[in-house]
């Protein structure tokens, strides 16, 4: 087989955070547009950056993209792909779709003709009109952008963000992919201590003992593509083996969290334990303002409570303002703050260091980024 056209998908404001865990993987082939980063890759990649992949939220194969400004072009631009060489005879597959900027505005007429259009090529090439779709599951969606229609299909299923260690998650949590992005941009080692004071659910700090025990994310979940013909189970089980030799769980850890809420610890235990870090991660209910940090040169990655997660603006304005004056406590310690409010940088008493712009969910918001010094160089890594 020739070489696949895949793609992953990236949250707004993380398509170069999804880039560089692909080139740390050995893809150099990369062009990053709007929430998705292109490369190209054999069916084992469809394995490896499943399991792998951090910040993105899903990898699909690209089946074909041609101009589309009437339904017969869509119809006949579908038909000409080659649909059997990955959908088997009694293969699943409902169609998705999204338009924008397109003469072709209805979602539901676009999604009808592509999956006639699927049918007629499937029936051509398996001699039926008639198909079970009792078996695999294969979901082609259809993106309308500017008249140009690309189809893809998912090989991932359930979002990259569905890790398995998470069962019960507190009000807005912060997802899986945005927690380990954060982690990332913060540029943060397991030779420093981290912590999180508005630690949640955990996941900031689940995500950051993953990354710092090269644990693969994926390795706990399925995904739609497992058994597809193209696919096959012997990819899956090498790519899992390749994963399994690379944990490095022998590396200490110091990862500490805490959470004004009783009921937010027990179920940040709960998902702790369940990833495999119950000894290596502790949290405890604490205000802020009873934080006590450890070490020195350490690195906060936090989501602090706002309006939406609060209801209640003030108690939103105090969490925020004993935030920065357990910064002024802690000079040494770099500080990485996700948040929609504009408040952060007035309780710290300075500017960052840098913003990002991202999006929390829907939620548009800064990164707040403050540089403590670097450790000395022998305590580097």
């Not at 940040?268 to 990833?275: D, H, N």
Request: glycine residues 8%; proline residues 6%; hydrophobic residues 40%.
């Amino acid at each position: 087989m020739s070489k696949l056209q895949l793609i992953a998908t990236a949250p707004m404001g993380l398509e170069a955070v999804v880039a560089r865990e692909l080139k740390e993987l050995g893809y150099t082939d990369l062009k990053t547009e709007n929430g998705r980063v292109n490369f190209t890759g054999g069916p084992i990649d469809i394995c490896r950056t499943n399991l792998w992949l951090r910040s993105a939220g899903r990898i699909l194969v690209k089946m074909g993209e041609f101009k589309a400004t009437t339904f017969e072009d869509l119809f006949e631009g579908t038909k000409a792909l080659d649909w059997p060489e990955w959908i088997p005879e009694d293969g699943e597959f409902p169609v998705n779709g999204r338009s924008q900027k397109s003469l072709l505005t209805s979602v539901p007429a676009c999604q009808s003709i592509v999956k006639k259009a699927v049918v007629n090529k499937m029936t051509e090439r398996y001699g039926t009109e008639w198909f079970p779709e009792d078996g695999g599951r294969y979901v082609i969606e259809v993106t309308l952008m500017n008249d140009v229609a690309m189809l893809t299909l998912d090989t991932t299923g359930d979002g990259l963000h569905k890790r398995g260690y998470r069962k019960v998650s507190t009000e807005a949590p912060l997802r899986e992919t945005m927690a380990a992005a954060l982690v990332e941009l913060s540029r943060w080692k397991p030779d420093r201590p981290l912590y999180d004071p508005f630690c949640g659910s955990g996941t900031i700090l689940i995500e950051a003992a993953m990354i710092a025990w090269n644990i693969a994310p994926g390795l706990r979940r399925s995904f739609n593509a497992e058994g597809w013909p193209l696919v096959p189970n012997e990819l899956w089980e090498e790519a899992r083996d390749e994963a399994f030799d690379l944990v490095k769980d022998d590396i200490p850890l110091q990862i500490a969290g805490s959470d004004i809420d009783p009921g937010a610890i027990e179920i940040a235990e709960a998902a702790i334990r369940k990833a495999g870090f119950g000894k290596e991660i502790k949290v405890s209910a604490l205000p802020v303002s009873k934080v006590r940090l450890d070490g020195d040169y350490g690195v906060i990655v936090t989501n602090p409570p706002y309006g939406e997660r609060l209801g209640d603006e003030a108690a939103e304005i105090a969490a925020i303002r004993q935030f920065g004056l357990t910064a002024l406590h802690y000079p040494t310690w770099s500080y990485f703050a996700i948040s929609p409010t504009t408040t952060i940088e007035h309780y710290f008493g300075r500017a960052a260091d840098k913003k990002r712009k991202l999006f929390n969910g829907r939620i548009q918001c800064d990164f707040y980024q403050f540089f403590g010094p670097l450790p000395p160089r022998g305590n580097r890594s």
